[in-house]
Nanobody, 124 residues
Framework: QVQLVESGGGLVQAGGSLRLSCAAS????????MGWFRQAPRKEREFVGV????????YLADSVKGRFAISRDNAKNTVYLQMNSLKPEDTAVYIC?????????????????WGQGTQVTVSS
């Protein structure tokens, strides 16, 4: 079983940067693909990106490609979301998720575990 805790959210100006962290419990962290989703009020949950269990491959949604990057440090049981050139439309609760045994899952239904989320607000 995996417990996920996000941190690093906050208020930032448009064009600025922010790095989110997701700390995971357990000794099998390196077996899990790790994904990021976001949820804005009155909006559907949106896939942001995913990184494979080794950190060798990532896939990002078109809306954030070129601005965001995902990385992981398996020795620290932590996955990161680096967010650059932030826009007001990036404002949302950002949630990390984990899936054992999958390569690069891109849909919410494929994930086993979820964190509680961290709020990101981008001002114009």
């Amino acid at each position: 079983q995996v417990q996920l805790v996000e941190s690093g959210g906050g208020l930032v100006q448009a064009g600025g940067s922010l790095r989110l962290s997701c700390a995971a419990s357990g000794r099998t962290f390196s077996s899990y693909a790790m994904g990021w989703f976001r949820q804005a009020p009155r909006k559907e949950r949106e896939f942001v990106g995913v990184i494979d269990r080794s950190g060798g491959r990532t896939y990002l949604a078109d809306s954030v490609k070129g601005r965001f990057a995902i990385s992981r440090d398996n020795a620290k049981n932590t996955v990161y979301l680096q967010m650059n050139s932030l826009k007001p439309e990036d404002t949302a609760v950002y949630i990390c998720a984990a899936r054992n045994g999958y390569y690069l899952p891109r849909t919410a239904s494929e994930y086993d575990y979820w964190g509680q989320g961290t709020q990101v607000t981008v001002s114009s």
